[in-house]
């Protein structure tokens, strides 16, 4: 019966700003998969596709807005849903998938390069350190002296050197851990959960816009539900009640494990100040939308359309976008905690390497050169 006009304005900005964003990800994308046929495949693939799903919406908004066109425009409304369903959606998760395989081979790789650096700094330090004490019992007995302090500085140079270098290493590696562990795990789980938070929402309204296929969208609504908390055998009649119960069970004990889904991937890994707090607050706001999307479907069943769709897609305070919004605001928190974790683990591995390094290589070259010293008052008594 028309249009909601603040509603659809907002939409349509958020539309622009978000189709801004993604055509500058795709480029980004584009240069990043450079190297891997795979990936260049799928970014083209989702370059491609999304330039047919601008063109499909493009064209439902034209038709929408032309007298009898609203059966055109939901035409190539389903059209575009199900190319994001199909395509769009499914080569994004696998792009996904694919550049974290390639960080966690990476970090692999890493891990195992400075473990091996470890073990190597610590047999030459050992052995560096027993040709000095060699060398110093050497020139004691040879020469009837008790200590000769060029090679007594030597080896006290070659013992700092090897701290600052098991240091180095020991802190590279534990660097490295965080970054990817404890905040790349959760980056990458709260991201999921973010793009599956938006495909639900826009179950929700289109479970009102296409009244043909509500039951697909109404299932489709559960199966992102559980991906987010799962809860096996929950229906969405049931869905609240077990949420509540299984949430309460998990704030009692951390180690409950009755529910799955990106949520309990990024409570399992809880490592950060302040991350446990957001992260309950994000289930916690994630609950009130669910108990939204009940009132909803209850609203149409009971033949209050209207009220059912201003519910659903305004903005006013109390409604399911404002719920929807604080739940969004709380799941960006938890992920700018970790992001900013992963960004000052990394900043903090660099660091240590532009600062340590050096000086580990300054004391050895002070050990060969205070050997060399240490030496030649003894060698030369040998002319």
Known sequence: RGRLQTPYEKSAGFYDGARREIGHDLRTLAVAAQGSRTDEKTVESLTDGFAEYQELIGRALENDGHHGGRTAALADYRRATDLLRTRLLPAARTLVASNNAAFNAAYSSARSTLNTQLAAVLAL????????????????????????????????????????GTQLLSSSTAHLRVARHDAFDSVVALSRARAIAYDANADESRYL????????????????????????????STYDSRLAT??????SDHRDLRFT????????????????????????????????????????????????????????????NAHFGAWMAALDKVAGINRAHFTSSVDAGRSQ?????????????????????GLRPRLAEFR
Do not use: H
């Open 353 to 373: 390497v532009d600062g340590l390094l050096p000086w580990a290589a300054g004391l050895l070259a002070a050990a060969a050169l205070l050997t060399l010293v």
């Open 261 to 320: 889904g990106e949520f309990r991937r990024e409570l399992d890994n809880i490592t950060f100040p302040g991350e446990r707090a957001a992260a309950q607050k994000t289930v916690e706001t994630y609950a009130v939308y669910q108990r939204d999307d009940r009132k909803i479907r209850t609203l149409l069943a009971a033949g209050k359309e209207q009220e059912a769709v201003e519910f659903c897609m305004g903005w006013e305070a109390g409604t399911s």
């Open 246 to 251: 299984t949430w309460q069970a998990y704030v």
């Open 125 to 164: 330090g050992v052995l560096l350190l027993a040709v000095l004490g060699a060398l110093q019992w050497y020139l004691a007995r040879s020469f009837r002296r008790i200590l000769n302090p060029g090679v007594l500085a030597a080896t006290v140079c070659t013992l700092l050197a090897v701290v600052l």
């Open 209 to 236: 816009l296409d009244p043909q296929r509500r039951g697909q969208y109404a299932d489709s609504f559960l199966t992102k539900s559980q991906q987010l908390y799962g809860l096996k055998g929950a229906t969405l």
